[in-house]
């Protein structure tokens, strides 16, 4: 006897044929009882297409690949001063504290966009803050993507800077605060200054952004992309299309002027 396609041997409401009188009917004829595959062997089921394999991404990092960072770690901060990039120099214990940059971290946007001068479109990385003496040392390395303009032909850009972190920061003292005195020599130049006793990892990042950001920014500079390729070859703008020139003095004419004889 063949399988039925139905949950009942005599017809359903979905299936107004008795089968297992056709079956008895075939029998009398000497005819065969072909077989009817169950439903999850149906025949000529099409199968499901391939899924198309996933197009890497053109441009995975930022900029040149990071170096992979240790894992996020407090180093004896609290949670909140963690979170908000505030280190307590002295709380500091062992290796330090380790931070997770991204776009998700208001403190890190705001420190990047004072330090380019404009808000970034990414921003990833990784800062580790280990006590130095007084002071702190911050290492690890950053990558920020930001819309820019061709100093030269004002094209769109996108500006692309990556790199890695080590910075020196030592805490304000009164011997440098004393009016008319410095205080300072010059290995004191590389240093960075806090005040209080939290170092804040938005003014680390704003230096970072500012000690690279390039000057000009022109298209043919490395970690630059033209937004618009077809804006033609870096240029100086054409006068009729360009900013204005000087304006011409208004005694020009009387540059070949001479008095009447």
């Not at 003292?173 to 005040?195: H, V």
């Amino acid at each position: 006897m063949r399988k039925s396609k139905g949950t009942a041997r005599g017809g359903t409401s979905e299936d107004p044929f008795n089968i297992d009188e056709l079956d008895r009917l075939l029998a009398r004829m000497g005819a065969a009882i072909p077989e009817v595959a169950a439903e999850d062997d149906a025949i000529g089921a099409p199968e499901p297409p391939e899924a198309p394999p996933l197009e890497p991404d053109p441009d995975p990092r930022l900029g040149a690949a990071l170096p992979e960072g240790p894992a996020a770690r407090t180093g004896g901060l609290s949670a909140d001063n963690h979170r908000h990039g505030r280190v307590l120099v002295e709380q500091l214990v062992g290796e330090g504290a380790v931070f997770a940059i991204d776009l998700g971290l208001p403190w890190a946007v705001a420190g990047a966009q004072i330090g380019l001068g404009c808000a970034p479109t990414a921003l990833e990385g990784w800062l580790q803050v280990i006590q130095e003496g007084e002071g702190a040392r911050v290492t690890g390395a950053l990558a920020v993507r930001l819309p820019r303009s061709c100093d030269r032909c004002l094209a769109a850009l996108e500006l692309r800077l990556s790199g890695p972190v080590s910075l020196a920061y030592q805490p304000v003292t009164a011997e440098i605060e004393a009016p008319g005195e410095t205080g300072l020599s010059a290995d004191d130049l590389d240093i960075g200054w806090f005040e209080g006793p939290a170092l804040e990892l938005e003014q680390v990042i704003s230096e970072q952004m500012a000690l690279w950001l390039p000057d000009p920014v022109l298209c043919d500079e490395p970690g630059t992309a033209r937004l618009r390729p077809e804006d033609g070859p870096c240029a100086l703008p054409a006068a009729a299309g360009g900013p204005p020139g000087p304006r011409p003095s208004p005694f020009l004419g009387l540059a070949s002027w001479k008095p009447p004889q």
